[in-house]
């Protein structure tokens, strides 16, 4: 099966512009990084007073997608072509890459590259070619057509 994608720029546009703005809204508030994986890490780990604003932004983050989905009715039609036990252990892996790489995307690209950290320069990059290799191994080693 092949998944076709449409290249919508004005959406990546707006989409990435309220990244940008949520992530810069953060620092101006209370003064942390836009990182998820800290985010849920320390919406676990962390002190009441710490956990409230990482278990409203988590929430803010579903909420968004859920009212952008039912506006755009863009997720109509998506259906997950891996079973429930391989999605957990996908992000059980995803959340250990986290860790041992000092972060996530969020962190990293959005932020990190921004303020020109050459370690999240670096990092991204990583994460971006660790992807790549991922997609040509499943598609072309494997031979599925996702």
């Known amino acids: ?3 076709e994608t449409v290249f919508t720029p004005v959406a990546a546009i707006i989409g990435g512009a309220m990244i940008g ?15 998820i994986s800290g985010i849920v890490a320390g919406a676990i780990l962390e002190a009441e007073d710490e956990r409230n604003w990482r278990l409203l932004f988590l929430a803010g983050l579903f909420i968004g997608a859920l009212i952008a989905s039912v506006i755009t009715g863009a997720l109509d039609d998506v259906s ?11 992000g059980l892996l995803v959340g250990i890459g986290t860790r041992m790489g000092g972060g996530c995307t969020s962190g990293h690209g959005v932020c990190g ?10 990092a991204t990059t ?4 660790s992807g790549a290799a991922t997609v ?3 598609r072309h080693l494997f031979g599925e057509g996702v």
Do not use: D, E, Y
Not at 21 to 35: D, F, H, K, Q, T
Not at 113 to 122: A, C
Not at 126 to 129: Q, S, Y
């Open 136 to 138: 040509f191994v499943i």
């Open 113 to 122: 590259i921004s303020r020109f950290s050459q370690r999240s320069i670096v």
């Open 80 to 90: 997950s072509i891996a079973s429930t036990p391989v999605l957990i252990v996908a």
């Open 1 to 3: 099966m092949v998944v």
């Open 21 to 35: 703005l949520a992530a810069l809204v953060l620092m101006w508030s209370v003064g942390r990084i836009a990182g």
């Open 126 to 129: 990583v994460f971006m070619a």
